[in-house]
C-alpha cells in the first residue's frame, strides 16, 4: 500500500467524525479511487510527487474518461471528480504532509444550465402510474411510491429514507429528514398520493413488516427497506411498459411536478422550498421549460402569432370592413 493510498484513508476517517453521511464518504471513496489508480498507473505513490504539470495532466484524464458505457462523463462527475482530489491534497497541506497543493490552480470545468428534456405531459404520468397490478401487494406498494414522487418531485433517497411518522394524513403534508445538504422540510402532498399510501400501509405494509420497531415506509415482501437501486428499477420499468420513451426515471417526475406546477401558476420560490433547492436559479431553470404553456397561449391570442396565411387573410378583412364602411 503506497503512501497515497494510506492519505486517503486517513482522509476519509477524518471526513467521517466530520458528520458526513455514508452517501457522501461513499462517493469521495469512488472519486479517489479514480485518482489512485491514475496515479499508480504513473508510478506516482508518494503525495509530495505530485506537481502542477501533473495535475493538469489529471485533469484533461477527468474530462476524456470515459464510463463503463463508454460514455463521457457529465460535467457535473467532472466536476466532482476533480473537486474530491483538490480537497484531499488541501487537507494534505493543512496536516503539513505536503508543502503546497499542486491543484490550487486547477479550475472546474464550467457547468452550463442544461434545460430538463425529459418532462412527461400528464397524459404520460397517467400512463406510468396506471402500469402497477393492483390485484397484487406489490402492485399496491409501487403505486403509492409513484404517486409519492408525481405528487412531490422529492428525491430517491428522500423517499427511500421516509418513515410512517413521516406522513401526516390529517395535515396533508410529509416530513423530509436529511434532505439533500442534510436539511429537514416539510412538503405538501396530495389526497391521491396520500389515499395510495393509506392503502399500502393497512393492506400491505402489515403483512410484510416483521419488527415492530420497523419503521420504514417501503418495505419489500422480506421485511427489509427497499434500497435505492430496487425503487429506481421500479419507476424505471413502469416507464417502459408505459410505453414512454423519454430518458430518465424517479428524477423525471420531479422534473415534471416543477414544471406543471409552474405551468399553472405556482410561485417559484414556493416550487424551491418544496424541491429544497438551496439557490432560486436552480429551480428557475423550470422557468425555460414551462415557457411551452406561454408560448401556446400566446400563439392562440397575440394576432401577429399566425401564419403568413392568416396574417393575409386578415388584412384583406380589414380592408373590405375599410372599403365598405
Known amino acids: 500500500m503506497g503512501e497515497i493510498e494510506i492519505r486517503i484513508l486517513e482522509y476519509l476517517e477524518y471526513l467521517s467524525t466530520c458528520g458526513y453521511s455514508t452517501r457522501t464518504l461513499k462517493s469521495k471513496k469512488y472519486y479517489l479511487r479514480i485518482y489512485l489508480e491514475w496515479s499508480e498507473e504513473r508510478g506516482i ?3 509530495e510527487e505530485m506537481t502542477e504539470s501533473l495535475a ?7 474530462l476524456k474518461y470515459r464510463s463503463i ?7 457535473e462527475t ?3 471528480l476533480i473537486i474530491a482530489v483538490k480537497s484531499f491534497y488541501l487537507y494534505l497541506e493543512k496536516k503539513e504532509y505536503i508543502r503546497k497543493s499542486p491543484f490550487l490552480e486547477i479550475k472546474l470545468p464550467r457547468k452550463g444550465r442544461r434545460l430538463p428534456r425529459n418532462v412527461l405531459s400528464v397524459e404520460e404520468v397517467e400512463r406510468i402510474l396506471s402500469v402497477p397490478d393492483l ?3 406489490l402492485g399496491i406498494r409501487n403505486r403509492a411510491i409513484l404517486e409519492l414522487f408525481y405528487s412531490t418531485g422529492m428525491r430517491l433517497f428522500e423517499l427511500q429514507k421516509l418513515e410512517t411518522r413521516d406522513i401526516d394524513f390529517l395535515k396533508k403534508r410529509i416530513f423530509v429528514r436529511e434532505g439533500k445538504g442534510k436539511k429537514d422540510r416539510v ?9 395510495w399510501t393509506r392503502k399500502y400501509l393497512e393492506e400491505v405494509r402489515l403483512g410484510y413488516v416483521k419488527e415492530v420497531d420497523n419503521q420504514s415506509l417501503f418495505l419489500s415482501w422480506k421485511g427489509n427497506p427497499l434500497q ?7 419507476v424505471t420499468q413502469a416507464k417502459e411498459q408505459a410505453g414512454v420513451e423519454k430518458k430518465g426515471s424517479t428524477h423525471m417526475f420531479r422534473h415534471t411536478t416543477a414544471t406543471l406546477m409552474l405551468e399553472n401558476g405556482a410561485d417559484i420560490r414556493h416550487i424551491q422550498e418544496m424541491l429544497g433547492h438551496k439557490d432560486l436559479g436552480t429551480t428557475q431553470i423550470y422557468t425555460h421549460v414551462a415557457i411551452r404553456k406561454l408560448k401556446e397561449v400566446y400563439e392562440k391570442t397575440h394576432p401577429s402569432a399566425g401564419s403568413l396565411d392568416n396574417t393575409s387573410k386578415n388584412k384583406n378583412v ?7 364602411s
Open 45 to 47: 505513490t508518494k503525495a
Open 56 to 62: 493538469e495532466r489529471y485533469q484533461g484524464f477527468v
Open 69 to 75: 458505457r463508454k460514455e463521457l462523463l457529465s460535467v
Open 78 to 80: 467532472q466536476i466532482h
Open 135 to 137: 390485484g397484487t401487494p
Open 187 to 195: 412538503i405538501p402532498v396530495s389526497k391521491r398520493a396520500l389515499d
Open 228 to 234: 435505492t437501486n430496487w425503487i429506481l428499477n421500479c
Open 318 to 324: 380589414d380592408t373590405q370592413s375599410s372599403d365598405t
